[in-house]
């Protein structure tokens, strides 16, 4: 599994959750996203974290959202820290 998180504004592309086969990280990330659809954030830039199985930067960013950067489990078992994304 890898952990990233994501950057951006306005409405939450929630078919990339399916397609990366990604959920919310925790409690926080999941009512961000929440709070974004209800108009909370106000445009303003939000950053989530999300854990799924793939990431496609590519594809985050055809719909305005940026992958900031990810953590693949035995990156975090090996050396504790998170490893730059490079896709």
Known sequence: ????LVRGSGPFPFDQLRYDQAYPADTESAIAIDAGELGRY???????????KKFTAGRWASF??????????????????????CS
């Open 1 to 4: 599994m890898i952990n990233f």
């Open 42 to 52: 106000g445009g303003t830039s939000r950053t989530i974290e999300l854990r799924g």
């Open 64 to 85: 305005g959202w940026e992958v900031l950067l990810c953590q693949h489990d035995n990156a975090i078992r090996a050396n504790g820290f998170p490893r730059k994304c």
